[in-house]
């Protein structure tokens, strides 16, 4: 189930730089996660993401550096 990210979760990721990514058709968590060099268990977890295998085309997801 996919949870919409609000800026108080994009406000308790802490520490780093906190980058904001909205998903454009083709995007995978695996593809994500090479272009922002972490791993898709840090994407589902920076976004509360259940199932790495759904993301839709307009989510917003954080990733943090």
Do not use: R
Not at 25 to 50: M, P, R, V
């Amino acid at each position: 189930m996919l949870k919409k990210i609000d800026n108080n979760q994009l406000n308790n990721v802490t520490g780093g730089t906190k980058i904001p990514y909205i998903v454009q058709t083709g995007d995978t968590l695996s593809a994500l996660a090479e272009k922002f060099h972490c791993t898709i268990d840090d994407i589902c977890k920076w976004n509360n993401i259940d199932d790495p295998n759904k993301i839709n085309k307009g989510q917003k997801l954080i990733f943090k550096f």
